[in-house]
């Protein structure tokens, strides 16, 4: 089984802190992912990896920064936390092999975060 | 650009009833379309999926007919259990990239015993 796995499920800041979300995939995926889940506005994805040391913005990188140093993880950075930030931060990896390989997306359990 | 729209909810239902989701699509050509699931307290996980027009997706109980006609991608059920409680995503790859996928704004489902 493919397992996901962050660092934490709760986390507690304070605005203006530097904050480390990290995201493990033993599955030797190529893509990892990093989501923001808040209510009514689903899922929307911040950064994605497609290799190590390669990064693609996604759709809200403002804010934020990834890093992927190796290929089994992929982390989140928000360099100085404020209080819109505050959100659930899904991780998930997929691979680019096999037909279809790359539509299927296998997520962690997601770090509850909240910014004071 | 391409998109998902579900339905709204919170949808709740008594154990054993029919469930229906409702979620439709625009893209480009023909993409696959998924249905992935969120327990309480997960991450998301696929439920299922279809490659291609008329294809049905099936895992769980549950089914979901791709129909092009009508770009709709519904999901069913026809006895909901209390497990089914969670949240449910309709989905498609990017147009823009085949690695990311676009997902809807979730439908949470709860089931009263």
């Known amino acids: 089984d493919v397992k996901v796995t962050q660092s934490s499920r709760y986390l507690v800041k304070r605005t203006g802190e530097k904050v480390f979300l990290e995201c493990v995939q033993d599955?030797?995926?190529?893509?990892m992912f990093w989501y923001r889940q808040d209510p009514g506005l689903g899922l929307r994805l911040i950064y994605f990896?497609?290799?190590?040391?390669?990064?693609e913005k996604g759709d809200i990188p403002e804010g934020y920064s990834v890093s992927r140093e190796k290929k089994e993880r992929f982390s989140l950075i928000l360099e100085s936390a404020s209080t819109n930030q505050t959100s659930m931060y899904l991780c998930?990896?997929?691979?680019?092999?096999?037909?279809?390989?790359?539509?299927?997306?296998?997520f962690g359990p997601g770090t509850r975060l909240l910014v004071l | 650009g391409d998109s998902v729209t579900q339905m709204e909810g919170p949808v709740t239902l008594s154990e054993e009833a029919f469930l229906t989701i409702n979620c439709t699509y625009t893209?480009?050509?023909?993409?696959?379309l998924f249905w992935y699931v969120q327990y309480p307290g997960e991450g998301l996980q696929l439920l299922l999926k279809?490659?291609?027009?008329?294809d049905k997706g099936s895992n769980k109980g549950f089914e979901a007919t791709y129909r092009k006609e009508t770009t709709s991608f519904h999901l069913e059920k026809g006895s909901v259990q209390v497990s089914d409680s969670a949240v449910y995503f309709c989905?498609?790859?990017?147009?823009?990239?085949?690695?990311?996928?676009?997902f809807g704004s979730g439908t949470r489902l709860s089931i009263r015993p």
């Open positions: 998930a990896s997929s691979t680019v092999a096999g037909a279809g390989g790359r539509e299927t997306q296998y």
């Open positions: 599955m030797d995926h190529e893509n």
């Open positions: 990896s497609y290799d190590v040391k390669m990064k």
């Open positions: 893209a480009t050509g023909y993409p696959s």
């Open positions: 279809a490659t291609k027009a008329d």
């Open positions: 989905a498609l790859p990017s147009g823009s990239s085949a690695s990311k996928i676009i």
